[in-house]
């Protein structure tokens, strides 16, 4: 049972336009989100969070929304430059641990 | 300066052997995790330790056994190792358990498989 989902595998999208990732969860009492960026060959990286007492944390080109009454956020990445290439995973804290989604992997292209 | 390192980054061996990842954070955290990540790319905690505490389980065959000699270090050890335990476990940590403002530093994988 897949609490966090990332429904779409893979997003492409040319350079200096906007990404947008969305992910959806199932437990209304998840409370903390975060975004995580990952290369082959290398581990997750923390990318940005939001506490679900706001719809919206901002951070130099990424963005990320919150609709809790959807149970629904959202990554965006504007202006997208090649080097966001990569997979990205949404997560949600659950009592002491994080669950991950299955990650959306974005290819930007010049 | 690697904050979260695990040993070896490749590991390929036959069924039914015993191997061991070994993970070692220079972080100062307090928590470390083993996350599983399998052929569909989906990311499963399997165990957590806080100050060398077992805090997680998730369900995990117990032919796989952590071990955490102290709070830097958290070791996996695998027994009879079986064709579905394939996959690139991922060594974390964080400075306390998840929660509000807390996030996870991940080592860069080890790529297991079985033959």
């Known amino acids: 049972d897949q609490q966090v989902k990332q429904n779409s595998p893979s997003l492409s999208v040319q350079e200096g336009r906007i990404s947008i990732l969305n992910c959806d969860y199932t437990n209304s009492m998840f409370d903390y989100f975060l975004w995580y960026k990952k290369y082959p060959a290398e581990g997750p990286t923390f990318l940005i969070s939001i506490s679900s007492i706001k719809d919206k944390n901002e951070d130099g080109r990424f963005t990320v929304f919150l609709n809790k009454s959807a149970k629904h956020l959202s990554l965006h990445i504007v202006p997208s430059q090649p080097g966001d290439s990569a997979v990205y995973f949404c997560?949600?804290?659950?009592?002491?641990?994080?669950?991950f989604g299955t990650g959306t992997r974005l290819q930007v292209f010049p | 300066d690697t904050a979260v390192s695990q040993t070896p980054k490749y590991l390929v061996t036959q069924m039914g052997n015993d191997k061991s990842i070994k993970c070692e954070q220079n972080l100062g955290h307090d928590t470390m995790y083993w996350y599983k990540q399998d052929s569909k790319k989906f990311l499963k905690i399997m165990f957590s330790?806080?100050?060398?505490?077992?805090?997680i389980n998730e369900t995990v065959p117990n032919r796989f056994s952590p071990k955490s000699p102290d709070k830097a270090h958290l070791n996996l050890h695998i027994n009879s190792l079986e064709l579905g335990d394939s996959a690139v476990y991922f060594c974390?940590?964080?400075?306390?358990?998840?929660?509000?403002?807390?996030?996870?530093?991940f080592g860069n994988g080890t790529r297991l498989t079985v033959t």
């Open positions: 330790y806080n100050n060398k505490e077992l805090i």
């Open positions: 997560a949600a804290v659950n009592t002491d641990k994080l669950i």
């Open positions: 974390a940590s964080s400075p306390m358990i998840p929660g509000q403002g807390t996030s996870l530093h």
